[in-house]
């Protein structure tokens, strides 16, 4: 019989090799033309192998009782990229009572694990603790309320909605990866990459909207 700890290496041997994968398949999400055949091909990819770090991450919290915060990470990219990924496919703020099931069950989640840490004393640093589950809380606030604006306000939103969504996924692994390979360097090796991710969101949504590349119908076909 294979022993636990066997296991518990092929999982995290898994999760690392998962996220690195991830980690190069965003990076040339995010260097590559929007909308073109590479952009969109690596943009699934990551959201394979996003899943697979979600999955091992998920089984080394719940079955081998390793770091607990790593679970709120897992929940923050795990809920950007699924989000980013179903505003791409609806393209619009029609009502959808799935996502709406996921965004309770996360944001659920997100309160019990704050309140958890609070309860053991903060042994992580405040700043990535409130900084982490206060951005979930609020993306899944904004997922909430999104549904209350008329449609002809709502027009491509959801474009600015799928890059910040993505690109903020993609900067919660890596703050996740920087975080466990520069413990020493901690907070700022895990609060930086969140940061320098929103940066680069903002940048890309004023890019677009200057350019006004994907503006209507355009833009709509353009990123399918």
Not at 30 to 52: A, D, P, Q, W, Y
Not at 168 to 187: K, M, W
């Amino acid at each position: 019989m294979v022993s636990l700890s066997v296991l518990h290496s092929a999982n995290i041997i898994t999760h690392v090799t998962a996220g690195s994968v991830a980690l190069i398949l965003g990076l040339v999400a995010l260097l590559t033309r929007k909308g073109g055949m590479l952009h969109r091909k690596s943009g699934r990819l990551f959201l394979v192998f996003l899943s697979v770090v979600i999955a091992t991450g998920l089984i080394g919290v719940f079955v081998f009782g390793r770091n607990t915060f790593l679970l709120v990470i897992t929940l923050l990219s795990g809920y950007l990229g699924y989000s980013g990924y179903r505003v791409l496919q609806a393209k619009s703020n029609q009502f959808n009572g799935r996502d709406i099931v996921v965004a309770i069950a996360v944001l659920c989640s997100d309160l019990y694990f704050l309140y958890y840490f609070k309860s053991i004393g903060m042994i992580w640093s405040p700043v990535i603790i409130y900084s982490t589950t206060g951005y979930l809380l609020f993306i899944i606030t904004y997922d909430f309320l999104r549904y209350l604006i008329p449609s002809h306000w709502y027009g491509n939103l959801w474009l600015y909605e799928h890059i910040l969504k993505m690109v903020s996924a993609f900067s919660g692994i890596l703050s996740a990866f920087t975080g466990t390979v520069f413990p020493q360097y901690q907070p700022y090796s895990q609060f930086l990459p969140s940061v320098s991710g929103t940066i680069i969101a903002i940048g890309f949504m004023i890019y677009v909207y200057r350019r006004g590349a994907y503006a209507g119908k355009r833009g709509a076909v353009a990123i399918e």
